[in-house]
């Protein structure tokens, strides 16, 4: 299976080369195309697309992976798997994946993620597609969401339609510590919050975490960011938007053993 890998976090972030190791060592053929810095944020966004525009691209030699290739592109995530899915970067690949994002992508604000908005991209140019995310750093386990995301894309593969878009949220422990992995609906409440307060020069933007006791409320329970929140992956179908989990069948013999 030919996997295009991307990210929005750049290139070198340690993400995408955790999970590059895991898709390669699980024997696919991998190609990685990814924003040259960080493009974090930036949704669906393509860029800069008037005619004519040339987009910077240069290859990249990934640490340890030097037979797989990478490229550097100089756009959001979003604009990478398109070249790539139009045949830019060599044969066009059968499945996206993209990932794995330092900070879990939770919530309706996952409409703004670039993780997320490279994986629905992929649908839209006839792709099956896996945004994969865990917690910050210093914190987060990239090990474990890598070995989690290599998991979820077998079973994407072989169970789902055609053009399905899951987003894979991964709890920041050992493999053996999480405690399952579960459908969930998109939360009215993410996994960290975001306030614009005007300030002297701009507008500062503030992050702050969920409170855990606000993830636990009977109307939370069963949103995403409780379920990654309770040590369980979490899985959500997207396709072109929430849809309903029941269609997509049973994620039993998911998780891959410790």
Known sequence: MRVLLTNDDGIEAPGLLALAHALRDAGHDLVVAAPAADSSGSGTSLGAIDHGTIVATSPYRLPGLEDVPAHRVSAPPAFAVLAACFGALGPPPDVVVAGVNDGHNTGRAVLHSSTVGAALTASTAGRSALAVSCGEYPGARFDTAAAVGVAVLRWLISEAPRRTVLNVNVPDVDIAALQGIRWARLGR????????????????????????????????????????????????????GPREVSDLGSLAGVLPVA
């Open 189 to 240: 409440v993410g996994s960290a919050g975001l306030t614009i307060k005007p300030a002297a020069d701009g507008l500062r933007l503030e992050r702050f975490p969920t409170a855990h006791d606000v993830l636990a409320a009977e109307e939370h329970r069963d949103t995403d960011s409780a379920v990654v929140a309770s040590r369980c992956v979490s899985v959500t179908g997207l396709v072109g």
